[in-house]
DNA sequence: TATGCGTGGCA
DNA sequence: TTGCCAAGCAT
């Protein structure tokens, strides 16, 4: 740690001295496992603390170790991820949990190669890991370390670019303490979380203030530098609530998506987007009804009963908006019975009442709809 | 490099 | 109410 401005210098000091005082007590912090921080990270990704702390309490219990998640089903694995969002998560931890296992003697790996080599594992969540459960140092710079450092230095960079990342990661490397790479990294994180946030910064209490150009140049506000995103692209869709008859009497039918893209592998129920989305929704109840009469036709060959409509309820990803209708229909026939349904969809169909949601794995939107369904009947 | 990929909290 | 987001990764 040569030719280190006294401004680097005092940061570490500081920050280390701060973070030890004031690290919050959460679940993985407990003690060092590898494989309990690996799964904390991969939860932490875009997702606030206090939406993790339940998901992870739970996934440790049910899954204890490498080998009990590496030998789990990964419908089990989605299910306790179910709720969580960016599902594709869940699957690239499985598969490379599978892989530590079978390469790796079951053992988290400790060095940048062969834990960046894993699923899901990209720059960020390497470095966490790696410092974290093994004291290596090597820089873990997510939102809050990019926040932090172009505060601090007044870094007018696009955070959004990766060039800008891979310059932080170099200024990580110059400060960070061989001795305390842990602390160090969670200390930049947690000063981020706590107290240098994106509004409202609290500098009168920050522990690096002193040194810190953009509060220096009263440009914190104004600080990190972040391309706006594009605003969601509206799907205007209607959903089918449907009701099954004789054998499937009390039943309702739903559908599992494909396997890549959207909500990978979930279910839901069917759904059919509108060719022409408007601002408001001008067509007629009858129009809609009549519309996923002819689609759920074309997607299954099986007729609908005439329709009725139940709710009206939104959904916002990262990049769409869904803006749903849910009709009730019934339906008479069985599609499970009919080959010629599983070979002309890409979905899976399945009949289910109520009671049995919670043995399949919905994203939230489905969840929300279920919900209002029970307590309106 | 740009885009796809969820969800819930909050000012 | 609406627009940001929050401990990113894959392609």
Not at 16 to 30: G, T, V, Y
Not at 72 to 90: F, I, M, N, Q
Not at 125 to 131: C, D, F, N, Q, R
Not at 156 to 178: F, H, L
Request: negative net charge; glycine residues 6%.
């Amino acid at each position: 740690m040569t030719n280190l401005t006294e401004q680097k210098l005092n940061f570490v000091k500081e920050l280390l001295s701060w973070f030890r005082e004031n690290k919050r007590d959460l679940p993985w912090r407990k003690n060092k496992n590898p494989y309990h921080i690996w799964i904390s990270e991969i939860m932490l990704q875009q997702t606030r603390v206090d939406t993790v702390i339940p998901y992870f309490e739970n996934f440790i219990d049910k899954f204890p170790t490498i080998e009990a998640l590496a030998n789990a089903p990964e419908e089990d694995v989605l299910k306790a991820w179910e709720g969580l969002g960016y599902y594709s998560r869940a699957r690239n931890l499985h598969s490379a949990v599978k892989e530590v296992k079978a390469s790796y003697g079951s053992v988290v790996p400790d060095n940048p190669k062969d834990i960046s080599s894993l699923k899901g594992v990209g720059p960020y969540t390497a470095g966490a890991v790696l410092s974290i459960a093994y004291d290596k140092p090597e820089p873990a710079v997510d939102g809050n370390v990019m926040r932090v450092l172009s505060r601090y230095f007044l870094i007018e960079e696009d955070i959004t670019k990766v060039s800008t990342r891979t310059a932080m990661e170099k200024i990580i490397r110059e400060i960070i303490p061989s001795d305390a790479a842990s602390d160090f990294n969670q200390g930049l994180m947690e000063l981020g979380a706590l107290v240098c946030t994106p509004k409202s910064p609290k500098c009168t209490t920050c522990p690096v203030m002193e040194h810190c150009d953009a509060r220096l140049q009263g440009k914190e506000e104004a600080l990190p530098i972040k391309k706006k995103a594009k605003p969601p692209k509206l799907e205007q869709r209607l959903v089918a609530f449907i009701e099954g008859t004789g054998t499937n009497e009390g039943k309702i039918l739903i559908r599992q998506r494909p396997g890549k893209g959207l909500l990978a592998g979930m279910w839901e129920l069917p759904h059919y987007l509108t060719e022409n989305p408007l601002k408001d929704w001008m067509g007629s109840e009858e129009l809609n009804e009549d519309f996923v009469i002819d689609q759920y036709a074309l997607e299954t060959g099986t007729e609908l009963g005439s329709g009725q409509w139940m709710l009206d309820i939104n959904h916002v990803f990262s990049h769409i908006l869904w803006d749903m209708k849910v009709y009730q229909f019934t339906e008479s026939h069985s599609l499970i019975e009919k080959e010629a349904i599983q070979l002309s969809s890409e979905y899976r169909y399945a009949w289910i009442s109520l009671d049995e949601v919670d043995e399949y794995v919905f994203p939230n939107v489905f969840l929300r709809i279920f919900k209002e369904v029970k307590r309106t009947k």
